[in-house]
């Protein structure tokens, strides 16, 4: 069931019932490494993966180290990473740069939903941090060229076209995010936006 655009998972799991339990879960879905530790996934981490899957207490390097060093390598370091984990949280998880803490053990399909709402949020971010990247570069032109200097120049025009095209992506992305927020949960997000807006 592999189309060629599947999104690159790595499992870091010592167990070796686990990690393979959790690359069954999700093999139909996404292309999916394993790691037996901590070492073996940093030796293969690099920026081709689009989330990790992270235990926390792993023999040979613990997961709080591993998660430390993807962070403070450029090219691995906005990969979102899914703490998978037996020990509870507690306040030291604070300072620490993952995307989402889970405790296991965890049931298959809030697993599946685990790993699609990060995924989604992340692509969400990145149109997001793109769009207004655009928005910025539109603000400085208008501030430094007269109107007639920008009406005329297709390159304005273009960043125009691409302003809009990112809007609607953005809206898409959105949409795609909010059809995956269970019923009860929306009265809660609607409230946040109406407090944003």
Known sequence: MMSGTEKKLMVVEDDPDERELYRQILKDEYDVTKAAGGEEALEEIDSSYDLILLDRKMPDLHGDKVLKKIRNNSRTAQIPVIMLTALDANLDIIDMEFDDYINKPVSADDLRDIVKKTLSYTRYNKVLDRYFSLINKKEALVGSLNQSKLEGSDEYQELQEEIEETRR????????????????DLSGFEKFLENLL
């Open 169 to 184: 992506e953005l809206d898409q992305e959105l949409d795609k995010i909010m059809e995956d927020i269970p019923v009860e």
